[in-house]
């Protein structure tokens, strides 16, 4: 029996489609990497009986990177970034995807993929195929061995109806998405560089782990700070109103606009008021009453979905798009990275209502609709990519909660109010004449509430007073005016307006806007204010204006914009691959080395607003050269700085760094510190000079003590490792300085072993044990605290093997993400035969009983 392998883009749609497929009759296991699942079936495939075998990716199996020594900063000129080579690499390595791939598709004679139908599903295609060519029967280029199933939503007839139509990926738009990684990483990855080493050596409080440049970062940003400097360069402007008052015979107050609408010169504003000031009567001269239509909307697309969530529901686009993602994955809205407005002649907008008229919440609305007969959807646009987004089956606050059941409930009402009627009000205008100047008054009164009765927060108001009058009718005019205003500055752009301006010049996609929004807040460029307004922050603004001043065109979203239509072309097959690739790098390095020519310019707007180095931080530790103490700078990035050397530390983030009981490295007389990510995570030590310049070269930069291989320093892995990582292989369980609270922790990944509670002193001994080689270990108690039995108070012995020392330890994971403290290459305590021995050799009875105890 042939068999067919099947892959997904997630291993939650791989389960939903091998669920639809098999009729619910298919059979589970675990992959290999225990993140995906293989969902098997048998079906007919080509008039075959074909075993079936659903699975999944995680996103992107590869990620172009540089090339090994081009990664490293200090050594790579970042101009040389722009011609180096480049090559695929494992996105997540841990999860060993193509050697799963490679497992599953031994011996498979078809391939079909299941993949998001956008440029990134067909470039994942790519991967997948690029996986499993080897060990596939056919060759995977075949239109008779790959298949490509296009679909848009999760729904058992979509589902069956993509599996009897299968096409062909689509390599064209592959390439782009190629194209577009390669353009990214080379001028992104060359100016971030650049600017990163450079400012971040100069000045102390940046806040800024990465000085980030990016194609359409960089011109999300600029939209952001030229809004920032209109309202800075704003001047006020006073301008006068003329106001009056008009009662009708029964009382009712009128408030009449002046049909100037305003005076900008307080002198001629007076003059039309004393010209009125005496008539005491406004006659009125014309009614016009007139019916107005507040349309409802056309379909809903992901630019909109995006708007709404950040304007309506307060919630950013990144987070608003992937609890779409999850909504689509489990079958709830159709996909939702669309262009398009508007439904195929085809799409069943009855079959799609009636699913909701059972609803709570709208199904009233919904069976009145029903009833009265739907309204033909306003005509959109047609973008040719997936439908637009719809609810696809029915669902309750019950089984949707939060952010999930927010998405969901505005998606609904957005798709049954394109089918409604329009809001229809009637707007009366009355114009009254006194003396020589003329005024209006408007009332609006609602007609049809239509779409809004489901939409809403768009609701007409309160139906507004409008009097019977005539015309020549004669009312009393009073409370003549002048009222003095002021013009107002504009607002800071909100994100919805951000990603109007993002979709209306061309920067990014329907997929990628969210992600450049959320990079400049990540980066500290911008800050997200009340309203979700936007607001730049001095590194933002000093960014935008250093680019505006060296090279423009490195800001505006003209740039980006006309690669985007480049990256189009190559998408439909109408421009070289290689071609746009090479003629935009190019213009791209030119533009980076004039730049780098001219960084003065910059920097001189960066001295205005930053502190250097030598003024910022406080003094922490001395340094090893001059003695003389080092300024610890706190914002991002951590760093210690020597003012008389010049010379500039990086230290481990995100964690609380201190002096290390005053000690000295033993290599360089450089104090040690301490780095801590909090009670319930890591701590080691570490020589600022060593974890910056590796002293042996089976160490790495960004190394602690605890990886440390001298042979005779009591801080380092030798005299501190206890024994190899219970979980991972290259990591060793070094004992944390972190007194009272005594923990073995690894170099290499987070598993922490907590010890000997309130111990008054725990250390690692010389000698090895016989049975495993592990170190032994001494613990120490005061009297009054002691846990060991028959109230000892020392004793000394392998954690491994006695059942004693077992009863007081407790394994866990760091709670924060490990910063540097990676383990030495080599085994166990590293330079001592024995440990070495122990390595090579892991004692698999205890080790085995060991572990399953910790977990």
């Not at 009382?251 to 100037?260: A, F, H, I, N, T």
């Not at 490990?818 to 383990?823: D, E, K, L, P, S």
Request: one cysteine or more; glycine letters at 6%; proline letters at 5%.
């Amino acid at each position: 029996m042939k068999t067919a392998l099947m892959v997904a883009e997630k291993p939650s749609l791989a389960q939903n489609l091998a669920n639809i497929l098999s009729n619910g009759k298919c059979t589970t296991t675990k992959g290999m990497n225990t993140a995906c699942s293989i969902h098997e079936w048998t079906g007919m495939f080509k008039n075959d009986s074909v075993r079936f075998k659903m699975t999944s990716v995680c996103g992107h199996v590869m990620t172009l990177d540089f090339t090994g020594k081009y990664n490293n900063w200090d050594k790579v000129d970042p101009v040389e970034l722009f011609i180096c080579p480049t090559e695929k690499k494992e996105s997540m390595p841990r999860l060993r995807i193509p050697a799963f791939l490679a497992q599953e598709s031994r011996g498979c004679d078809y391939l079909i993929l299941w993949l998001d139908c956008d440029k990134e599903g067909e470039n994942i295609c790519f991967e997948v195929m690029s996986c499993v060519q080897p060990y596939m029967k056919g060759d995977v280029l075949s239109p008779l061995v790959t298949y490509r199933a296009h679909f848009s939503a999760i729904t058992e007839k979509d589902i069956k109806a993509a599996m009897l139509n299968l096409g062909r990926p689509n390599e064209n738009q592959s390439r782009s998405v190629d194209a577009r990684q390669e353009l990214d990483l080379r001028i992104g990855c060359a100016f971030t560089r650049f600017q990163t080493k450079y400012f971040q050596g100069r000045y102390g409080d940046l806040d800024a782990s990465l000085i980030s440049y990016g194609p359409c970062q960089t011109p999300t940003l600029g939209f952001c700070v030229q809004r920032h400097d209109e309202i800075q360069t704003f001047k006020p402007e006073t301008y006068w109103v003329l106001r009056v008052t008009a009662s009708t015979s029964e009382g009712r107050e009128l408030p009449l606009e002046w049909k100037r609408v305003r005076s900008f010169e307080k002198d001629i504003a007076n003059m039309f008021l004393s010209g009125i000031k005496e008539c005491k009567e406004a006659t009125v001269i014309n009614i016009q009453a007139k019916e107005k239509v507040k349309a409802r909307p056309t379909a809903l697309n992901t630019v909109e979905l995006m708007r709404v969530a950040s304007a309506g529901l307060g919630m950013g686009p990144h987070h608003a798009m992937a609890v779409a993602e999850r909504l689509y994955t489990q079958g709830y809205i159709s996909y939702p990275r669309t262009e398009t407005t508007s439904y195929s002649e085809n799409f069943d907008l009855m079959g799609t209502l009636r699913q909701q008229q059972s609803s709570s919440k709208w199904g009233a609305e919904v069976r009145a609709l029903i009833s009265n007969g739907i309204n033909k959807p306003k005509k959109g646009h047609d973008a040719g990519d997936h439908p637009p987004i719809t609810p696809l089956r029915a669902a309750s606050e019950s089984e949707l909660e939060g952010d999930m059941w927010r998405i969901y409930d505005y998606v609904t009402r957005h798709f049954i109010a394109t089918l409604s009627r329009d809001c229809k009000f009637l707007s009366t205008t009355i114009t009254f004449r006194i003396a020589a100047e003329t005024f209006h008054y408007t009332g609006n009164a609602l007609l049809d509430a239509g779409y809004t009765e489901l939409m809403h927060w768009q609701a007409f108001g309160k139906d507004e007073f409008v009097p019977t009058l005539h015309v020549d009718d004669v009312l009393r005019a009073h409370d003549h005016r002048l009222v003095e205003c002021q013009t107002a500055p504009p607002d800071y752009l909100t994100e919805s307006e951000v990603i109007t301006l993002m979709e209306k010049h061309g920067i990014g996609t329907d997929a990628s806007i969210p992600v450049h929004i959320n990079n400049i807040c990540q980066r500290n460029y911008v800050t997200v204010g009340s309203g979700r307004r936007l607001v730049p922050t001095n590194l933002g603004i000093v960014l935008v204006h250093g680019y505006q001043k060296i090279d423009p065109e490195l800001v505006l979203p003209t740039m980006r914009s006309a690669v985007e239509e480049q990256l189009n072309l190559i998408a439909v097959g109408r421009a070289d691959f290689h071609a746009v690739l090479s003629h935009t790098t190019e213009i791209f390095r030119r533009k980076f080395q004039y730049f780098v020519r001219s960084i003065e310019g910059m920097d001189q707007l960066f001295e205005v607003s930053f502190s250097s180095l030598k003024a910022s931080g406080k003094a922490l530790s001395r340094c090893g050269k001059c003695r003389r103490y080092m300024r610890y700078i706190q914002a991002k990035p951590a760093r210690l700085h020597c003012s008389h050397c010049d010379d500039t530390y990086c230290l481990p983030q995100n964690g609380t760094v201190r002096i290390y009981r005053e000690l000295k490295c033993p290599l360089d007389d450089f104090e040690l510190l301490s780095w801590s990510s909090g009670s319930k995570g890591k701590s080691f030590p570490l020589c600022p000079y060593c974890y910056n310049h590796p002293p042996f070269r089976d160490m790495k930069k960004g190394f602690g003590c605890n990886s440390c291989t001298h042979p005779t320093c009591p801080y380092g892995v030798n005299w501190t490792g206890v024994s190899g990582c219970v979980e991972c292989e290259a990591g060793v369980l070094v004992l944390d300085p972190a007194a009272p609270r005594w923990k073995l922790a690894c170099n290499r990944c987070d598993v922490i072993i907590n010890i000997f509670e309130d111990a008054a002193r725990v250390s690692v001994c010389e000698q090895a044990c016989a049975a495993c080689g592990a170190q032994l270990v001494a613990v120490e108690y005061r009297p009054e605290r002691t846990r060991l039995p028959a109230a000892l108070t020392e004793m000394t012995a392998c954690l491994y093997c006695e059942p004693i020392f077992s009863a007081l330890v407790e394994k866990h994971r760091a709670v924060t993400s490990r910063a540097g403290g990676g383990a030495a290459r080599g085994a166990g305590r590293g330079g001592r035969p024995r440990v070495h021995k122990h390595r090579a050799k892991q004692p698999k009875d205890k080790m085995a009983l060991l572990a399953a105890y910790f977990v």
